[in-house]
């Protein structure tokens, strides 16, 4: 408990620094402008009711792409301005319908990874004939999204988004994004409020760094920005519990009655182009002792500093560490895997959290006006408590992520790319297991 309140003390600290007044709104507009891509800048806008000879037609499509332009969320795996954008001739409304098509070819030798995304928590450690090499190709990350801005005069823009990809059972549309924000609250499901979306470099791979802190949430969020550097957000995130039970079947989880609380923290300078973030997170997560029966909470929380800094024009170093308990469900190597609750040893019918640390940099090279190259670096560490591993000795342990791609622009709307990947697991009882794969993309936006 002692180190939940200094988190807490320090995450709210910083936020009295953050104190001030007053709109930025033109700013952060001309930051988001002139952080779009070749391929943002070739829309095609129809506006509806105007006359086609007006001089007035141009401005009016420009404001339109602006408008637009200033909703966009940068970082990673988020679309950006779509090719097609529809508009009254006053600006009124905007709806944007956009996408990607994406083809994905990788092979995988050592030991194949059985995901379709590079997870070094799923590196098999038997090592059997069928783990030693695969061949896959995957189109199940393309997307589909559509975007509506619509002024109104108590609310001002009212945004609306919604986005889906393939990756469902049997490649059944998945819903990724659907939420509604205007002056400054989100409701709906989006990403985390946890996660720094532009404090991680471009991967192929879709799951990404290992150590990243990316995940979708049911939420209501609020987000402020104060001034041209400052800005601060916190939300209620409904929570998703994975856990662990004892063997004996003494405990089990229940449904969720707390939000998970994150918020952060965050300064920009450079125009936007670099940032750092203090990030916190609490949850309170419930389960049932039969041995007492009786319900009982445990407490998860983390503390996390990230951000992205930009060295001139061509460079951009990303990094992120975070350290917590109860926050398995919150890293990319972990979700779904059980770590946030796992059985306490000796103690019948309870369940315990485990410290865990992630940590991850990165390096972004633009050395031509279509080139790019990105070289990461991500480990997960899962440390002991209570002699849980004295149990469990084939729990995960640690495991690396190294990931080295290079991507080229075709042209504004098609690109391609190749990457390697390495991935290394370790158990508690010391063994370990390599994996490495070679992917490539084949991708256009529309």
Do not use: C
Request: no cysteine; hydrophobic share 40%; aromatic share 12%.
């Amino acid at each position: 408990m002692k180190r939940l309140y200094w988190t807490i003390t320090s995450v709210t600290a910083v936020g009295f620094l953050a104190t001030g007044n007053g709109s930025a709104q033109a700013k952060r507009t001309q930051d988001t402008l002139s952080q779009r891509s070749p391929y943002d800048r070739l829309n095609t806008v129809w506006i509806i009711g105007a006359d086609p000879q007006s001089d007035s037609l141009r401005e009016t499509k420009s404001r339109a792409v602006d408008l637009y332009a200033s909703t966009v969320k940068r970082g990673f795996q988020q679309s950006g301005v779509p090719n097609f954008l529809i508009s009254d001739r006053t600006n009124r409304a905007v709806f944007g319908i956009g996408g990607s098509v994406s083809l994905r070819t990788s092979y995988d030798w050592d030991n194949a990874v059985q995901n379709r995304d590079f997870i070094p928590y799923d590196i098999p450690m038997q090592g059997t004939p069928a783990d030693r090499q695969a061949l896959r190709m995957d189109v199940s990350a393309s997307r589909l999204f559509f975007k509506t801005i619509v002024q109104s005069r108590p609310l001002g823009p009212i945004e609306s988004y919604i986005e889906a990809d393939f990756r469902g059972e049997n490649h059944v549309l998945r819903l990724r994004q659907a939420y509604l924000s205007f002056k400054g609250l989100t409701f709906g499901q989006t990403v985390t409020t946890f996660a720094d979306l532009r404090s991680v470099p471009r991967t192929i791979d879709v799951q990404g760094p290992n150590a990243y802190t990316y995940r979708r949430n049911l939420m209501i969020r609020y987000h402020r920005a104060i001034g041209p550097h400052w800005e601060l957000a916190v939300a209620a995130e409904m929570p998703t519990l994975s856990a662990t039970p004892p063997a004996s079947e003494a405990a089990y989880t229940l449904p969720q009655r707390v939000p998970d609380i994150p918020l952060y923290v965050q300064y920009n300078w450079n125009e936007g182009r670099s940032h750092l973030r203090a990030s916190g997170l609490l949850r309170t997560m419930h389960y049932y002792d039969d041995v007492a029966s009786r319900t009982r909470v445990e407490t998860g929380w983390a503390a996390m500093l990230s951000g992205r800094i930009a060295v001139g024009r061509k460079i951009d170093i990303f990094g992120q560490i975070v350290y917590g308990e109860g926050i398995g469900n919150y890293l990319q190597d972990l979700d779904g895997n059980g770590y946030d609750l796992v059985a306490a040893p000796n103690r019948p019918g309870r369940l315990q959290t485990l410290p865990i640390m992630g940590w991850l940099a990165g390096l972004r090279y633009s050395f031509a006006r279509d080139w790019q190259t990105n070289v990461a670096y991500s480990q997960v560490s899962v440390w002991d408590k209570a002699d849980y591993f004295a149990q469990a000795p084939e729990t995960y342990r640690l495991s690396q992520y190294v990931v080295g791609n290079l991507f080229y622009n075709i042209s504004p709307a098609f690109q391609v790319g190749v990457e390697y990947l390495y991935g290394m697991r370790k158990n508690a009882d010391h063994r370990i297991g390599f994996a490495h794969r070679a992917q490539l993309l084949v991708q256009f936006n529309f």
